[in-house]
Nanobody, 131 residues
Framework: QVPLVESGGGSVQAGGSLRLSCTAADNAFDEADMGWFRQSPGNKCELVSRISIKRDENRYYADDVKGRFTISRDNDKNAVYLQMADLKLEDTAVYFC???????????????????????WGQGTQVTVSS
């Protein structure tokens, strides 16, 4: 596995914005799907968004973030971003960056198993939304 490093998490009030970043040490960003999973206490690990590099940058968004979150990538910087706007209390979670040839799984029990389910998996960054 190649380490993926997330940044940009933090605390924000409801209605605010954050941008998560994910970078890797190699140059394989243009060869795989990139995405973001998240998990909050008591909930499953769910795919928030995914960008498919080879398939004309096809993007997936979970229903509850459509219209508020935007995923993008910069292959020159080996980075993928998740711009989050109009944040809600229910967006509070640990967010994990993921990379694999194809990301088709949208939900599984626990993000702690992400590192063996996918080729590359980040350490997670906390996003906390308060009222």
């Amino acid at each position: 596995q190649v380490p993926l490093v997330e940044s940009g998490g933090g605390s924000v009030q409801a209605g605010g914005s954050l941008r998560l970043s994910c970078t890797a040490a190699d140059n394989a960003f243009d060869e795989a799907d990139m995405g973001w999973f998240r998990q909050s206490p008591g909930n499953k690990c769910e795919l928030v968004s995914r960008i498919s590099i080879k398939r004309d940058e096809n993007r997936y968004y979970a229903d509850d973030v459509k219209g508020r979150f935007t995923i993008s990538r910069d292959n020159d910087k080996n980075a993928v971003y998740l711009q989050m706007a109009d944040l809600k209390l229910e967006d509070t979670a640990v967010y994990f960056c993921v990379r694999d040839a194809r990301i088709s799984m949208i939900r599984f029990n626990d993000c702690s198993s992400g590192s063996w389910r996918f080729r590359d998996w980040g350490q997670g960054t906390q996003v906390t939304v308060s009222s």
